[in-house]
């Protein structure tokens, strides 16, 4: 059983900064990558950023500059540091890992719970 389980949203002002995190647990044997994806009211849901295991990282051209993603692997664990958040940046953040089951040694994606990351402006 794998689960993955974010933190870290809230309300913050123009500006500001929020860091999201995101941990695994369960029968895991290794996770291939690990990434964030936001949904917005009424619009698809869309890649933030992605971390792979050989630490090579991607990010949707809006948020660089302004958007970090980072990994403990020890810990199963991925971070989003989000500075300079725009109202754009209002959604749902949710957490993907691609994992190789510890238990049936079979690949699949797991995602989060979704935590919501609201911009005032």
């Known amino acids: 059983q794998v689960q993955l389980v974010e933190s870290g949203g809230g309300l913050v002002q123009a500006g500001g900064s929020l860091r999201l995190s995101c941990a695994a647990s369960?029968?895991?044997?290794?996770?291939?990558?690990m990434g964030w994806y936001r949904q917005a009211p009424g619009k698809q849901r869309d890649m933030v950023a992605e971390?792979?295991?050989?630490?090579?990282?991607k990010y949707t051209d809006f948020v660089k500059g302004r958007f970090t993603i980072s990994r403990d692997n020890a810990r199963n664990t991925v971070y989003l540091q989000m500075n300079s958040l725009q109202p754009e940046d209002t959604a749902v953040y949710y957490c993907?890992?691609?994992?190789?089951?510890?238990?049936?040694?079979?690949?699949?994606?797991?995602w989060g719970q979704g935590t919501q990351v609201t911009v005032s402006s």
């Open positions: 993907l890992a691609v994992i190789r089951s510890g238990m049936t040694m079979n690949w699949g994606d797991y």
């Open positions: 971390v792979t295991i050989g630490g090579n990282t």
């Open positions: 369960g029968s895991i044997f290794t996770i291939a990558k």
